[in-house]
């Protein structure tokens, strides 16, 4: 029997955060360059893209490519960014058939013009889509998009339209880049790191955070369903004692 048999439908998270790591390092393994590792990652994509949209989640945002990744050699960023192109053009009408919904964040006008054209194109075309959000983080991250927001309430604050003391935590993620969707309950990490890299710093204050040594294009839906019964295991608490939580 599988993990999927063990998932509670009614105790799934409605959003899942990733970071897909360990593309390098699994080509390493292998003899092959870097950009190998990339290439065979994209499977993995598919695979729990896929697999999240079967068992039901709401939301599913992808870390496909940090602000801090514009520091690796050029000839690695570009073939990360041709095969992101290749990709979401290839995939769309994929994303289609399972009713799925592209969206993207991140400072994405630091992507080639043409990754931003293939982007807008394919979220364009899935927009009408009435299943999971497929939210890609690109040239994102959690430091900016808080950064970002900052200068948003400031600016709004200087033209008096809001006071200083109205500001709370709804205010503050209504200027996300994920505001319209819940924190994610649950945050995976592949390739065996135990960091958050600058990722939803904000968003993931209460998500419960899975790592697994499995490297990124080795994850399938089935790690994904793992993950996920481990996830179902836990008890959050949220400042709370075990006894409040039990008599919820
Ligand atoms: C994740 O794999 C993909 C991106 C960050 C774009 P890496 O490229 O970080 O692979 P490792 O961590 O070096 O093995
Ligand atoms: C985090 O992975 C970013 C993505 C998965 C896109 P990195 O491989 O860039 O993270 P570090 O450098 O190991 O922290
Ligand atoms: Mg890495």
């Not at 949220?238 to 919820?248: D, H, T, Y």
Request: proline fraction near 4%; aromatic fraction near 8%; charge should be neutral.
């Amino acid at each position: 029997m599988g993990f999927k048999e063990h998932i509670q439908p009614d105790k799934l998270p409605q959003h899942v955060a990733i970071i897909m790591d360990g593309n390098g390092r699994w080509a390493k393994q292998k003899g092959k360059l870097r950009t190998f590792g990339h290439k065979i990652g994209v499977k993995a994509v598919r695979e729990t893209v896929e697999g999240a949209a079967e068992i039901g989640l709401k939301v599913l945002t992808l870390y496909a490519f940090s602000t801090e990744n514009w520091n690796r050699p050029q000839r690695e960023i570009n073939a990360l960014m041709n095969l992101l192109v290749d990709t979401i053009h290839q995939e769309t009408p994929r994303l289609i058939e399972n009713r799925i919904q592209l969206r993207a964040m991140g400072d994405l006008s630091q992507l080639p013009s043409n990754c931003q054209r293939q982007l807008q194109k394919s979220i364009d075309d899935t927009a009408d889509q009435s299943g999971m959000i497929l939210n890609l983080a690109l040239s994102y991250s959690a430091r900016w998009e808080i950064l970002r927001a900052v200068k948003a309430l400031a600016a709004q604050v200087q033209a008096g339209t809001i006071r200083p003391e109205d500001i709370d935590e709804a205010q503050f993620s209504k200027h996300l880049c994920t505001a319209e969707f819940p924190d994610p309950e649950l945050l995976i990490r592949t390739s065996g790191e135990q960091r958050i890299s600058n990722y939803l710093l904000w968003q993931i204050a209460y998500s419960e955070l899975y790592f697994t040594s499995c490297l990124w294009p080795d994850f399938t839906r089935e790690h994904l369903f793992e993950a996920l019964v481990a996830y179902q295991q836990r008890e959050r608490r949220f400042g709370k004692i075990s006894e409040q939580v039990a008599a919820l």
